[in-house]
C-alpha cells in the first residue's frame, strides 16, 4: 500500500468516525419517532443519497451490472444477503441505544470493537503488529476493564457490537464490487423491511403535520449517513484490519465530545479511568499512522 492510499484511507477513517458520532446527536432533533422509526427512515432516505453519488461518480451501470450479477450468482446473492442482515441489525441498535437507555452498552461495545478487529487482524490475516498498536492495544483493552470494573455493564447490545462487526467485514471483503455499489445494495435490500415498518407504523401520518421533518431534517439523516457509511467502508477496504481496527476508537471519542458539547452532559471523575487510556491508545495509533506513512513514502 503506498502513501496516498494510507493517507486515505485513514482520513477516511476519522471523517466517518466524526460523521457518526454527530448522527447520534442528530437523532435528538427526530422526536418523538423512536428507534424503529428513525432506522425505517433512514433507509428510505439514504436511498435517494446514495443513487445520487452513484450519479455524480458515475457509476449507475456498474451498479445495475452488480444486481444482475445477484441473479447469474446464488452465491454472491447470499453474500449480499449476509452482509445486507448483519448491517441492517447495527444500524438499528445503533439508533434504538441511545433512545431506550442502553448508550452506556452501546459505547462499550464501541470500545471493544476494535480490539475485537485487531484480534482479527493479528489471528485471521495475519497482520504484524508494530510496538505502537501494541501499547495502543494495551492501553485500549486497560480502558476497557476499568469500564467493565465501575459499571458491571456487558449487555447483549455490548456483544452484538463488539462480535457483529467482525465477521461483517470479513464477509464484506469477499466482495469485490465498488464501496459505493455495494453499500447501495445492501441498502436497496433493507428497503422492502424499511417500508413495510413505515406502513404498519403509520410513519407517514406520525410526520404529516411536521413540514421541517420530512423536508429537512429525514432528509438530512440520509445524507448524512450515507456519506458516513461511504467513508466507513472505503477506510475498512484500504486500510489493514488492525489498523482499521485501531482507527475506530476516534468514534466513541467523537461521541464523548458530541454528547458534552450539543448534549449538554458531563464526564464524571470516576470515567475518566476509562477515557485517558482510551485517548492515550488514540495517540499512539496517530504515532503508528505517522510512522507508516513515512514508510511508503
Not at 446527536?25 to 439514504?46: E, Q, S
Not at 403509520?202 to 431534517?217: Q, S
Not at 472505503?234 to 466513541?252: D, H, N, Q, R, V
Amino acid at each position: 500500500m503506498n502513501h496516498s492510499e494510507t493517507a486515505h484511507g485513514i482520513s477516511m477513517s476519522v471523517v466517518a468516525s466524526a460523521l457518526f458520532a454527530l448522527l447520534t446527536g442528530y437523532v435528538v432533533l427526530l422526536k418523538p419517532l423512536d428507534g424503529l422509526d428513525i432506522f425505517a427512515w433512514r433507509i428510505f432516505w439514504t436511498i435517494p443519497a446514495a443513487f445520487v453519488l452513484l450519479l455524480y461518480f458515475k457509476r449507475l451501470p456498474q451498479f445495475f451490472n452488480a444486481l444482475y450479477s445477484l441473479v447469474k450468482q446464488p452465491v454472491n446473492a447470499l453474500l449480499f444477503l449476509s452482509t445486507t442482515s448483519m448491517l441492517g441489525l447495527q444500524m438499528w441498535v445503533f439508533l434504538w441505544a441511545p433512545i431506550n437507555g442502553y448508550t452506556l452498552d452501546m459505547s462499550l461495545g464501541y470500545f471493544l470493537l476494535p480490539v475485537m478487529l485487531v484480534i482479527v487482524g493479528r489471528y485471521y490475516y495475519k497482520e504484524h503488529l508494530d510496538v505502537f498498536q501494541k501499547i495502543a492495544v494495551v492501553c485500549a483493552i486497560t480502558g476497557i476493564i476499568h469500564e467493565l470494573w465501575m459499571t458491571h455493564a456487558f449487555s447483549w447490545v455490548t456483544l452484538l457490537i463488539a462480535l457483529g462487526y467482525p465477521p461483517y467485514f470479513i464477509l464484506r471483503r469477499r466482495i469485490k464490487h465498488e464501496q459505493l455499489i455495494i453499500f447501495t445494495m445492501e441498502i436497496l435490500l433493507l428497503l422492502p423491511a424499511a417500508l413495510m415498518l413505515l406502513v404498519t407504523r403509520n410513519a407517514f401520518g406520525t410526520i404529516a403535520e411536521r413540514p421541517d421533518m420530512y423536508l429537512m431534517l429525514l432528509p438530512g439523516m440520509g445524507i448524512l449517513s450515507t456519506f458516513a457509511f461511504f467513508c466507513f467502508l472505503k477506510a475498512s477496504y484500504t486500510l489493514p484490519m488492525s489498523l482499521f481496527g485501531i482507527l475506530s476508537y476516534f468514534e466513541p471519542i467523537f461521541i464523548v465530545l458530541i454528547a458534552i458539547t450539543l448534549l449538554g452532559e458531563t464526564l464524571a471523575t470516576q470515567q475518566l479511568g476509562t477515557y485517558i487510556p482510551i485517548w492515550l491508545s488514540v495517540g499512539f495509533t496517530m504515532l503508528h499512522s505517522i510512522k507508516r506513512i513515512k514508510k511508503t513514502t
